[in-house]
């Protein structure tokens, strides 16, 4: 859900949280707050986290519902490109839609065996959210933004696992990831 916080306004001060999507007091001028309240974040502060998220929809079923799939992360997506590693795991890479954000990756927890499992089911809903770095060398690397790796603890402001996938730009900043020019 690309640019979802253009939709929103919220008067007053802003968390941390809520800066770090982009929120303000005058969204995109949309106006949505006048006639439907929960677009209004001072007064529905959540609603906000339920956008930012990839969402599957399945064309081979027309009445299955749409999936969020909160393990990939909580940004302004630009695209997931979805592929497959050498050892079968499903690999979903996503860009951050705006300028000086990153570049993630989801690396699901199990391979996907087509035999046992044609449609993948449940691979995108346990799995490891990384977020690019590259260094001056030339080198590159993914960071796991994963609780209690890289610095993403409870002491440093990250309560669990929910909280990163929110806030992955947040996690993104701390555990130093390489901004992109887009």
Known sequence: EENFNGYFVKTGSLSREERRVGLDDKGFGYRWQEFDERFD????????NRFGWVVEIDPSEPLSKPIKRTALGR?????????????????????????????????????WD????????GLLDDGTLFVSRFDADGSGRWLAL???????TKENGF????????????????VGATPMDR
């Open 114 to 121: 087509r035999k046992a499992n044609p449609k993948g089911r």
């Open 75 to 111: 940004f302004k997506h630009e695209g997931a490109w979805v592929t497959l590693a050498k050892d079968n795991r499903v690999v979903v890479y996503m860009g951050d839609d705006q300028r000086n954000e990153y570049v993630y990756k989801y690396v699901s927890r199990k391979p």
């Open 146 to 152: 994963e609780h209690g790796k890289n610095g993403l």
């Open 41 to 48: 974040a001072g007064k529905h502060p959540n609603e906000l």
């Open 159 to 174: 309560i669990d696992q929910g909280y990163i996938l929110i806030h992955s730009r947040l996690a993104a900043d701390y």
